[in-house]
C-alpha cells in the first residue's frame, strides 16, 4: 500500500521504511501523546479533587463507582496464620483461598502493598493508584494503535484513546439524550466516565490490551519472547479478573485458527501456539486447583442450555459489537494479522455476553461480568475500522482538508463529553460522598473501645454504611452483604445467614411480611439486598425461583427464630461490651423498640445526618 500524498500523511500515512522519522518528528509525536494522556487524567481525577476541596480532610476515598468498599475491605484481609486471613467484617477466620474473591484478588494484594508504602495514607493511595491504572491503561492504548493502525496517524490514535476513555458506548442512547438536553448537564449524571471503579475491571483490561498487541506481534514473526509475555499476562488477569483470561483465549483461539488455514502464516508458528497453549492450560490448572472455585454457585449445574434467555441478552451493546466484528471480519484494509486477533476480541466479548444462557449466573454471572469489556472491545474495533476506511478512502480521493477538520472537530467532541461525564459523574455522587465524609468524621470522633464492640450499621444498598464502617472501625460489624463474599459457603449459611436474620429484626423486618413480598412479582430488590446477588440478577425465571426457595430455606426460619427471641441472640450480644448502631437521622434504618428488646440503652451522639447510638446487652 503506496503513501498517501504530502498533504495528508500527517493524518493517514502508511509506514516507509525508505523514509525514517526525524527525531523532531518523533519527539512531537510523543508530547502530542503525552499531553493526551495528561488531558484523559485530568478528566478522570477531577471527581476526587473536586470532592476533596468541597468536603476536606478525610482519610477514606471518595466513591464513584460501585463496589469500592467491598475491594478496598478485600485489600485490608489480614493473614492470621499459613492458609488462613481474617474476614473484614466480622473478623472470623477463613481458609486464605476459601472463596473466589480471596483466591483472585491480585489487584487488592497489590493495593495493600501500595497503601502500606504510602503509610496507609487511603485517600492519597486511592488516588496515585488510580493514576497509575488510567495512565497505564491510555499508554498501552496509544502503544496499540502506533503499531497496528492501517493509518500511522497520530490523530486518530488519540481520538481513538478519547473514544475509549471519554465516552461510554454502553450507555449510547442516554448519552444522546444528555446532549440533546444542553445546557442542562442533569442527563449526564446517568452515564459515567467508562473506567471510574478503581480495581475490576481496570486492571485486567491494560493486560488485555497488552495481550492483544502481542498476539498480532506474535503472528507477523516468530518471536518467542511474545508468547512468553502473553503466557505471563494471561496468569496475571486470571488471578486478578478470571473473565480477563477467557477473552484473551477467544483471541489466541481465533488466532491459532487463521494460522492452521492461512497459506501467509509465517511457516512453523503453529508450533509455538500449541506450546504456548499447553503451558497456559498446565499453569492456569494448578492455580485453579489450589482452594475454592465458589462465586456464586448454590448447588448449581455448570451446564444448564437456557435459549429463551438469548432475546434478553441480545441488547443494544451486543447488536453494536455484532456490527463492528462483522465489518472486522469483512475489511480488506486490515492486515490479516491484525484483523483475526481483532475479530477474536469481538468474537469472544460477544459469545460470553451470551453465557448465562449456557453457563447459569448462580454458578459465573458470565453475561454481565462480560459487558465490562464491550467498552474496550467496540472503542478498538471502531478506531480500527475508522483507520482502515480513512486510509482506503484517502487512496482514491485524497481530501486532506476535510479529512483535517473532521479529525478536528472529533477531538473536540471528545474533549467536551469527557468533561460532561467527569462533572456529571462528581454531581451524582456528590450526596454519598458527603454521608460518607460525615459517617468518617463521627467515627473518629467516638471514644476507643480496645476490644468487645460490635457496629450494627446500615447495609440496604452497594458500598452502604457497614462497608466504610468495617474500614474504619476496630470491631466487626453486625451484618454487611457483602461479607459473604469472604465467607466459606458453610461459614456463610452457619454464620452470615444468623447475623442477617439479627440485622433484619432490629430493621422492623417481619418474617410474614418478607414471604408475602418473595411470592410477589417485584422479589428481586428484596433477594439483592438479601445477598442472593446472581439469582436477583439472573433474567431466568427458573433461578430466580430457585432464589426465592434459598430465602425461604435459610433467612426467613432462622429471623422467625429471632422474633421469638431466641437465646442464642441475647447470647451473640453478651460476646461483646458495647454495641455501637450508626443510623441516619433522617431516614432510620433500626427500630429503637427491637433494639431494646435485646440491648440496654446508654447515650448518643450526633453529627450531620449520622447519630451513634450506645447499647450494652442485657
Same mark, same amino acid.
Given at each position: ?23 523532531? /518528528? ?17 478528566? =478522570? ?14 482519610? !477514606? ?9 467491598? /475491594? ?17 467484617? =466480622? ?47 491510555? %499508554? ?51 452515564? %459515567? ?35 512468553? +509475555? ?12 478470571? /473473565? ?51 462465586? /456464586? ?25 455484532? !456490527? ?66 480513512? +486510509? ?15 479529525? +478536528? ?25 458527603? #454521608? ?93 439486598? !438479601? ?79 449520622? +447519630? ?5 446487652? #442485657?
Amino acid at each position: 500500500m503506496t503513501n498517501t500524498s504530502r498533504d495528508t500523511r500527517s493524518f493517514v500515512q502508511q509506514p516507509n521504511v525508505a523514509s525514517i522519522p526525524s527525531k523532531g /518528528y518523533l519527539a512531537r509525536r510523543a508530547i502530542a501523546q503525552f499531553i493526551a494522556i495528561i488531558f484523559v487524567l485530568l478528566i =478522570y481525577s477531577y471527581p476526587s479533587l473536586k470532592a476533596k476541596a468541597d468536603f476536606g480532610a478525610v482519610n !477514606l476515598p471518595p466513591i464513584f463507582a460501585p463496589d469500592l468498599s467491598l /475491594y478496598l475491605n478485600l485489600s485490608s484481609v489480614k493473614t492470621i496464620s499459613p492458609g488462613q486471613v481474617l474476614n473484614p467484617y =466480622y473478623l472470623l477466620p477463613v481458609p486464605s483461598s476459601g472463596t473466589a474473591y480471596l483466591k483472585f484478588r491480585l489487584g487488592p494484594i497489590l493495593f495493600h502493598a501500595w497503601n502500606k508504602l504510602l503509610a496507609r495514607q487511603l485517600w492519597l493511595a486511592m488516588f496515585t493508584w488510580n493514576l497509575f491504572w488510567w495512565a497505564l491503561l491510555c %499508554a498501552i492504548t496509544l502503544w496499540l494503535f502506533e503499531r497496528f493502525l492501517p493509518a500511522n496517524s497520530l490523530p486518530i490514535g488519540i481520538a481513538g484513546l478519547g473514544l475509549l476513555m471519554l465516552v461510554n458506548i454502553g450507555m449510547l442512547r442516554p448519552l444522546i439524550a444528555a446532549w440533546l438536553h444542553l445546557p442542562s448537564l442533569f442527563g449526564f449524571q446517568g452515564v %459515567a466516565l467508562p473506567f471510574m471503579r478503581a480495581f475490576s475491571p481496570q486492571i485486567p483490561i491494560p493486560f488485555l490490551l497488552a495481550y492483544l498487541g502481542l498476539q498480532i506481534d506474535a503472528l507477523r514473526q516468530r518471536r518467542l519472547h511474545s508468547w512468553i +509475555v502473553m503466557a505471563v499476562l494471561q496468569l496475571l488477569a486470571l488471578s486478578a479478573f478470571p /473473565y480477563a483470561t477467557l477473552m484473551m483465549a477467544g483471541i489466541s483461539f481465533l488466532s491459532v485458527v487463521w494460522l492452521l488455514f492461512s497459506p501467509r502464516s509465517p511457516r512453523g508458528i503453529w508450533r509455538f501456539a500449541f506450546a504456548y497453549s499447553a503451558a497456559c492450560a498446565i499453569a492456569d490448572g494448578l492455580f485453579l486447583k489450589r482452594g475454592s472455585m465458589n462465586i /456464586y454457585a448454590r448447588h448449581s449445574a455448570l451446564i444448564h442450555l437456557q435459549p429463551s434467555l438469548l432475546a434478553h441478552l441480545v441488547g443494544g451493546i451486543w447488536l453494536i459489537l455484532f !456490527l463492528l466484528t462483522t465489518a472486522t471480519a469483512l475489511s480488506k484494509s486490515l492486515p490479516e494479522e491484525v484483523k483475526w486477533p481483532l475479530v477474536g476480541l469481538g468474537a469472544i466479548n460477544m459469545l460470553l455476553m451470551l453465557g448465562d444462557a449456557v453457563v447459569p449466573a448462580t454458578v459465573l454471572l458470565l453475561s454481565s461480568h462480560a459487558a465490562y469489556f464491550a467498552q474496550t472491545t467496540s472503542a478498538l474495533l471502531l478506531t480500527f475500522l475508522a483507520s482502515a476506511t480513512l +486510509v482506503r478512502s484517502a487512496e482514491k480521493s485524497p481530501r486532506p482538508n476535510k479529512v483535517r477538520l473532521a479529525i +478536528v472537530l472529533v477531538l473536540l467532541l471528545l474533549a467536551l463529553n469527557g468533561a460532561f461525564l467527569s462533572l456529571g459523574t462528581y454531581r451524582a455522587f456528590f450526596t454519598s460522598n458527603r #454521608e460518607q465524609v460525615e459517617l468518617a468524621t463521627l467515627m473518629n470522633s467516638l471514644p476507643p473501645l480496645s476490644t468487645g464492640q460490635l457496629f450494627v450499621a446500615r447495609s440496604l444498598s452497594v458500598d452502604d454504611a457497614c462497608g466504610w464502617i468495617a474500614l474504619l472501625a476496630r470491631g466487626p460489624v453486625l451484618y454487611c452483604t457483602d461479607a459473604e463474599t469472604m465467607l466459606t459457603p458453610q461459614d456463610n449459611e452457619n454464620i452470615n445467614r444468623f447475623r442477617e436474620a439479627i440485622y433484619l429484626y432490629l430493621t422492623g423486618e417481619d418474617s410474614g411480611r418478607l414471604q408475602q413480598i418473595l411470592a410477589g412479582p417485584n422479589s428481586t430488590g428484596p433477594m439483592y439486598r !438479601l445477598g442472593f446477588w446472581a439469582e436477583a440478577s439472573s433474567l431466568s425465571r427458573e433461578e430466580q425461583h430457585a432464589g426465592v426457595a434459598a430465602v425461604q430455606e435459610s433467612v426467613i426460619p432462622r429471623l422467625q427464630r429471632v422474633e421469638s427471641h431466641d437465646p442464642d441472640v441475647s447470647r451473640f450480644f453478651r460476646q461483646f461490651q458495647r454495641i455501637t448502631v450508626i443510623d441516619d437521622q433522617q431516614n432510620p434504618t433500626f427500630v429503637p423498640v427491637r433494639l431494646g428488646s435485646f440491648l440496654k440503652f446508654d447515650g448518643e451522639q450526633h453529627l450531620g445526618h449520622w +447519630v451513634a447510638l450506645s447499647y450494652v446487652p #442485657e
